[in-house]
């Protein structure tokens, strides 16, 4: 197990207290085994902290880039990952600060997702549920890490689970390409990156099957409107490319076709 304490510098910030509670009551919500789990919320001499699951691995750019990870391997990751976020946003949840930093990858190879400290209740029943207002996990400020936002996120637009969506599909890109779709050469440049310009070509090498390059682009679409549908729809389309049997509970919409996009020098 392991112990989680605010720190003590936000201890006296009343929005930094409401954040670590927001993430130990979203958090202990969850139940799957993509997720790492809460056994207990309490407080000790006015701090609180969090007893949660104690993961040891690698974080997921690490793994990823371990040698032997084939894209085959990276596939079921990125499926693992899918298959967190879809659970979450089924429960009424979402993340907003998705990055490889908050996902793990243990010795045997499962995922880990971490780090709710920026969830969103997307449901009021939910909301009253975890006793979270509703305002306090509404948008009103850029939240998140700037290499890993949406457009929407970018704009402090409303945003719903379709930014989570393009969060992944600069992860998914990183882990297949070896680098960010967007990068600029300051946070700013970056987030203009990220609302204005195409993401940059995938490279040579390693190949990256075609399949799986349409997924991506897909998900990195600026509109939200032009994304998948939902974190489950996502999770069929992978499974698809990976050969897995279909669900079918799940409507599959087929995908739009892409743009050609030019491949930068």
Known sequence: MAIKFLSEQH????????????????????????????YHIGQH??????????????TLLDHAAAAGSSMEQRLGLMIQIAEAVAYAHGQGIMHRDLKPGNILV???????????????LIQSSVRDRLSVAEEFTTTGSILGTVSYLSPEQARSEPIDERSDLFSLGIIFYEILAGRRPHDGDTPVSTLMAIIQSPPAAFPASPPVPEVLQQVVLRLLEKSPDDRYPSAAELLEALRRA????????????????????????
């Open 11 to 38: 201890l006296a910030d009343e929005m930094s207290q409401k954040r670590f509670l927001l993430e130990a009551r979203a958090l202990s919500s969850l139940n799957h085994p993509n997720i790492a789990t809460v």
């Open 45 to 58: 001499e006015a701090h609180p902290f969090i007893v949660m699951e104690y993961v040891e691995g690698r």
């Open 106 to 120: 243990t010795s045997d190879g499962r995922v880990k997702l971490v780090d709710f400290g920026l969830a969103k």
């Open 242 to 265: 990976a050969g897995l049997p279909a669900d079918p509970t799940v409507r599959f919409t087929a995908l739009p076709r892409l743009r050609r996009r030019r491949r930068r020098a």
